[in-house]
């Protein structure tokens, strides 16, 4: 009596079997018959499950679980504590060149001269330099809100200093009190 319903089963490509820690590992396997591959990625073809253990037992590897959800599931003989050594040093080489990306902020007022402005867009160089977004926010005091159009005057000259290593992800805009846009580097 067969327990497990025939599907038609197609033989897929190894790449796209996805092989973790939590895979099933030699006795763990529990069905009757598996597809078998080979350890250099030959297709061995359809066996018993007690024969693919010897095998994987032979060569001196394990025999893992790589497709479980198709019929008979695919496994394949590999020495599984090497693979996934491998695969948590490619993780971590790949966490490693991430680079940590952070929003900076640079805050103007209206009544920021024009020194003070040059010193902050130094400095927005060098965040943007080093591959930070930056968001400059220009705060209103008071009155100062009535005079909008100098803020945005500074805000124009500040995105106007930059262009050549800064692109803006927003334009300036108004919320209540406050003036801000976004700018990211060009070249990250």
Same mark, same amino acid.
């Given at each position: 009596?067969?327990?497990?319903?025939?599907?038609?089963?197609?033989?897929?490509?190894?790449?796209?079997?996805?092989?973790?820690?939590?895979?099933?590992?030699?006795?763990?396997?529990?069905?009757?018959?598996? =597809?078998?591959?080979?350890?250099?990625? !030959?297709?061995? &073809? #359809? %066996?018993?499950?007690?024969?693919?253990?010897?095998?994987?037992? @032979?060569?001196?590897?394990?025999?893992?679980?790589?497709?479980?959800?198709?019929?008979?599931?695919?496994?394949?003989?590999?020495?599984?504590?090497?693979?996934?050594?491998?695969?948590?040093?490619?993780?971590?080489?790949? =966490?490693?060149?991430?680079?940590?990306? !952070?929003?900076? &902020? #640079? %805050?103007?007022?209206?009544?920021?001269?024009?020194?003070?402005? @040059?010193?902050?867009?130094?400095?927005?160089?060098?965040?943007?330099?080093?591959?930070?977004?930056?968001?400059?926010?220009?705060?209103?005091?008071?009155?100062?809100?009535?005079?909008?159009?100098?803020?945005?005057?500074?805000?124009?000259?500040?995105?106007?200093?930059?262009?050549?290593?800064?692109?803006?992800?927003?334009?300036?805009?108004?919320?209540?009190?406050?003036?801000?846009?976004?700018?990211?580097?060009?070249?990250?």
């Amino acid at each position: 009596m067969n327990f497990f319903p025939t599907i038609p089963t197609q033989i897929v490509p190894l790449t796209s079997f996805c092989i973790t820690k939590k895979n099933r590992v030699n006795e763990e396997i529990r069905v009757p018959t598996v =597809r078998l591959i080979g350890a250099n990625d !030959e297709q061995i &073809g #359809i %066996r018993g499950i007690e024969e693919a253990r010897r095998m994987a037992f @032979e060569a001196g590897m394990d025999l893992v679980e790589v497709a479980p959800n198709v019929n008979p599931p695919v496994c394949k003989i590999m020495d599984f504590g090497k693979f996934v050594y491998k695969l948590n040093k490619l993780a971590q080489k790949q =966490r490693a060149r991430q680079k940590k990306h !952070e929003i900076k &902020g #640079i %805050r103007l007022s209206v009544r920021t001269d024009k020194h003070d402005l @040059e010193t902050k867009i130094k400095k927005a160089r060098e965040f943007l330099g080093d591959g930070h977004s930056l968001k400059v926010t220009l705060i209103f005091k008071g009155r100062e809100i009535a005079h909008s159009d100098f803020a945005l005057e500074k805000m124009i000259t500040m995105r106007n200093a930059l262009v050549d290593v800064a692109k803006v992800d927003q334009e300036p805009k108004k919320q209540g009190y406050n003036l801000f846009m976004v700018l990211s580097p060009i070249n990250h």
